[in-house]
């Protein structure tokens, strides 16, 4: 283990000379050529050709004096579920491989125009939907701090691509978790945005009620860094909050004393002993600097898992009905058009992928949608009413994941065992509240993780507190060496 | 009983309803008129078009509904070639889903009886057209492959749904071009665009069950349809068969219905709220502005009024039917012009001349200003000219050049017709003779001396064969 400059730092030292976009691009390729072959973070990688000359370009630009990008020289990596016009965008799934979308998401421009370099693109569970980042078409990706054990998913790639140093920055996406839970099995960063912060614009749909593309770094500073560029109000995209992106980055670490904390008994409970005992560590430290630490029952937390899985099913099925071997690479060959569809969707999705959809058609369908989808939305406006009231007194406190990251194939065998892993972390999709993912310490080389959860548009709060813990830990910048 | 499903393009809306693509595709190359957005790419988003949520309120307005105070558009699915996404954006009235409209009326005149009759509404929904597929040689059934083409995918749509109130095929078609000419009044559609409306009607004859007939797209095919499947159904029942619960399939260019599918249950769409689509609220504000446009557009109250002015109704209707030559009469009655005169000029006379010219009735340019039609009523009333010649001389050089100054094309007034007449018949001895001994073709030459006496001062022809045939009837009775 290792400590890196943080990203924020690194604009410093460009901007001063003293660091160079050319030195730091060949350094993050060595990186990425020590690892990737172990890993398999990324599912495709621009040409270094082209990462350099971009590198030499900025380099050229600061050197003149010329205007920069508040991103200038890092290297982002993105999770291949965001549209870029540059580089192929699967989703990790079959059926969209090779696929190269004409435009690019609304956050990639934003990069771009901030002078970010975007290196390639990240692997994940197949359009989402897993936990693992075993269930891609691209194979595995493997957690760089234990290469026998998962990363956390969906967005695994990005997670493992920044604990190796294969980026300094990454998009991921959020839809139960699925950019925190990869943070805390990586001791890296991982923010779920408030829904409606970050335009979804060319985000590849999963459960679209519930995502957020979300920011993951190595330390709480670098996610609030390229959460104010990513954030703010898009036209193109109808859920998105009319509000300005947000100044999180000048948030400041926050006093113990100020800070009330509650503990939901239904969001701390189960949880594996190491990270249990590590979390109350955490929170006694906090008590004993002076935070107040108050204590609830949300018995409805109890339905959050089948109710967040029931919506994002349901979604799912809808989204994804559109990949029938029209538009997309993977074709069926029957002249006969429901054979056709029903071929390419039978070879294009995986086993996890027709088992969601499938579900999710049920959950949907004359006579049961009453009693599943309807349902479901009817407890999550109870849940959500409950979290934003909770929320308006305290930030909430829990464990990430139940379990630490578990080996590969010990889990996916079994869906249930699988969507537990989300337990702690759907809360805050199913509320649409921001919530932060953060290091707090090793069990046996395995990282773990705290998640707090903050009010509608409160990131700067969270980022505040943050910063608090990562200044308790020495966690910020951390990287396997 | 039949009831209808009539899907209207909202072709004046500008944009396609979720993206900035043209709502009006014709004339385009395939594939040209599409985005991310319309083409339903992974990743892009719907955004709703403000222009279609108005247009879609001025309809529910026109049509009495109960509109809600926000509206939800829901998801559709069903997979076909030409819908992109596998489903429809529509709306639902169940599984979360509101409708723009639920519970009107329409109020339309039946021109057949001339008695106003009354449909309900069940339910109006603003929704996404899909895109359109091409069968090569050989239609749908004989074809090796489709062509799809997405110009038209997510044009905007108002499908209207009627209770089963409607009578008789004739009723249907009636109805039907009524709700088109009110949604042209209110500036949603154009009904002439080709392919700007399509019709599915439900029809059900005593003691069969109900049919569903789709793909009708003209109003006259709409009576065709509906009367096939009438004597098809009775045929059925006379035979003492069952007409049984199915979807058929109009074709058009053969004049029959045809089996598509069975519909024993009811199709699994799996509904349910957009979630990319949050509710659109419907202000008071919005709704009333809707309010004083649709009162300015009433088809009903702007046909009364000009009943009101004595115009008898079938040319009031006509000139209502037509929306450039109401507002022309409008401005020409406001002028000073008599009512009477006027209407006939604009209902009848000019109408029939751009329609014998194959001329566009629906363009504003084709239509004189009304200070022309004003000044050609003037000639009439003030005697200056008799009508026939108006409608013989003036109207024919008007409908070539609408904007021409009347005063430039005036017929000089031949004063001494009645002196020229009466010196042919001297002069003409011979043809007057055959005339009264019975040759009747001789009357044309008589007209032809006089009109070459009149000269360049062109009379209508049809005063001087009056007034010919006067003068040789007297001469006859003093023979």
């Known amino acids: 283990m290792r400590k890196a400059k943080q990203s924020w730092e690194l604009v410093e030292d460009f901007m001063n000379g003293i660091e160079d976009p050319v030195e730091h691009i060949y350094k993050v390729l060595d990186s990425i050529n020590r690892w990737e072959s172990m890993v398999n973070a990324y599912i495709s990688l621009e040409s270094p050709d082209i990462l350099v000359e971009k590198a030499e370009e900025i380099s050229r630009r600061i050197r003149r004096g010329e205007r920069v990008g508040r991103l200038v020289g890092l290297i982002v990596s993105v999770k291949d579920n965001i549209c870029t016009s540059f580089l192929p965008t699967t989703a990790a799934s079959k059926i969209l491989d090779p696929y190269i979308p004409p435009y690019d998401a609304t956050v990639v421009e934003r990069l771009l125009r901030e002078d970010a370099i975007i290196v390639g693109k990240t692997n994940l569970d197949e359009f989402a939907m897993g936990s693992t980042t075993e269930l891609s078409s691209f194979g595995p990706t493997r957690n760089p701090w234990d290469l026998d054990r998962v990363p956390g998913g969906s967005s695994g790639g990005s997670a493992a691509s920044l604990s190796y140093g294969g980026a300094d920055l990454s998009l991921g996406s959020d839809t139960g978790g699925s950019a925190r839970l990869p943070a805390a099995y990586t001791a890296t960063v991982g923010l779920k945005p408030t829904y409606g912060l970050v335009s979804r614009y060319g985000l590849i749909p999963y459960g679209n009620s519930l995502e957020q593309i979300s920011p993951m770094a190595r330390s709480v500073k670098d996610v609030a860094l390229l959460l104010d560029i990513i954030g703010g109000f898009d036209p193109l995209d109808a859920t998105s909050l009319n509000v300005d992106s947000l100044n999180t980055f000048n948030s400041i670490k926050a006093d113990a004393r100020d800070l009330k904390i509650c503990i939901l008994k239904e969001m701390v409970e189960g949880a594996d002993s190491p990270i249990d005992s590590m979390f109350w560590k955490i929170i006694e430290k906090l008590e004993s600097e002076g935070a107040n630490i108050e204590y609830y029952s949300l018995p409805i937390l109890s339905k959050a898992l089948p109710t967040y899985y029931t919506i994002a099913f349901a979604e799912a099925a809808s989204n994804l009905a559109r990949y029938a071997g029209i538009f997309y690479p993977t074709k069926g060959s029957s002249s006969s058009w429901e054979e056709y569809i029903g071929e390419s969707r039978f070879k294009g999705f995986g086993r996890e992928v027709k088992r969601r959809i499938m579900l999710g058609v049920y959950a949907l369908s004359e006579g049961y949608r009453d009693e599943y989808y309807v349902a479901a939305t009817k407890v999550r406006r109870v849940i959500r009413d409950e979290i934003v009231k909770l929320t308006s007194k305290c930030i909430i406190a829990s464990q990430v994941s139940p379990i630490l990251p578990p080996r590969l194939g010990e889990r996916i065998g079994d869906p249930l065992k699988l969507y537990y892993m989300d337990m702690y972390t759907v809360v805050a999709n199913l509320a649409g509240v921001p919530a932060l993912a953060q290091p707090i310490g090793f069990h046996e080389d395995l990282p773990i993780g705290i998640q707090w959860i903050g009010g509608p548009l409160e990131e700067s709060k969270l980022i505040s507190i943050g910063l608090l813990i990562e200044d308790i830990t020495g966690l910020g910048g951390v990287i396997v060496d | ?479």
């Open chain 2, 1 to 479: 009983m039949i009831g209808l499903e009539i899907h209207v393009q909202m072709s004046e809306a500008g944009s396609k309803l979720f993206c900035d693509c043209k709502a009006n595709y014709r004339g385009m190359k395939p594939n040209t008129n599409v985005c991310p957005v319309c083409l339903g790419l992974p990743g892009a988003l719907p955004v709703v078009n403000k222009r279609s949520i108005e247009l879609a309120l001025l309809a529910a307005v026109a049509f009495k509904c109960n509109i809600p105070k926000y509206i939800v558009f829901t998801r559709k699915h069903y997979f076909y070639p030409d819908l992109p996404k596998n489903y429809q954006i529509s709306m639902y009235e169940k599984a979360g889903g509101i409708p723009i409209c639920r519970g009107g009326y329409v109020k339309y005149l039946d021109v057949n009886s001339w008695e106003w009759r009354e449909c309900r509404i069940r339910r109006i929904n603003i929704e996404e057209d899909p895109g359109r597929t091409v069968y090569e040689e050989g239609g749908i059934v004989r074809s090796p492959y489709a062509l799809v083409d997405y110009n038209r995918s997510g044009v905007p749509l108002l499908e209207v749904i009627t209770e089963p109130d409607i009578n008789s095929p004739r009723e249907a078609r009636t109805l039907v071009e009524y709700i088109l000419l009110t949604l042209e009044y209110l500036g949603i559609t154009n009904p002439r665009l080709e392919g700007v409306f399509r019709v599915d009607a439900n029809i059900s004859i005593e003691g069969g069950e109900r049919v569903e007939v789709k793909n009708i797209g003209s109003t006259m095919d709409i009576e065709k349809a509906l009367n096939y499947e009438i004597m098809r159904q009775a045929m059925i029942i006379n035979s003492g068969s069952k007409v049984e619960r199915e979807t058929r399939h109009w074709d058009a260019e053969k004049g029959v219905t045809r089996p598509l599918r069975h519909k024993e249950y009811e199709e699994e769409y799996l509904y349910f709220p957009d979630p990319d689509l949050p509710p659109i609220l419907i202000s008071e504000d919005m709704v009333t502005k809707a309010k004083e446009i649709v009162l300015g557009f009433d088809i009903a109250i702007l046909y009364e009024n000009i009943l009101k002015l004595g115009v008898p109704r079938d040319i009031a209707w006509s000139i209502v039917t037509i929306k450039p030559s109401l507002d022309v009469y409008i401005k020409t009655v406001k002028l000073g012009a008599d009512p009477l005169v006027a209407a006939k000029i604009l209902g009848i006379d000019y109408k029939g001349e751009l329609k014998e010219r194959n001329m566009d009735l629906y363009e504003y340019n084709n239509w004189p200003p009304p200070e022309t039609v004003y000044e050609l009523v003037r000639l009439v009333v003030d005697k200056i000219y008799t009508y026939d010649t108006v409608k013989g001389l003036l109207i024919p050089k008007i409908a070539e050049n609408p904007k021409v100054d009347v005063r430039s094309i005036l017929p000089e007034k031949a004063e001494n017709i009645e002196d020229i007449i009466d010196s042919v018949i001297r002069e003409e001895e011979k043809a007057v003779k055959d005339y009264l001994s019975g040759k009747k073709q001789a009357l044309n030459y008589l007209i032809g001396m006089v009109i070459r006496r009149v000269g360049k001062r062109a009379v209508d022809p049809r005063v001087i064969r009056e007034a010919l045939e006067n003068k040789l009837s007297k001469l006859k009775s003093s023979m």
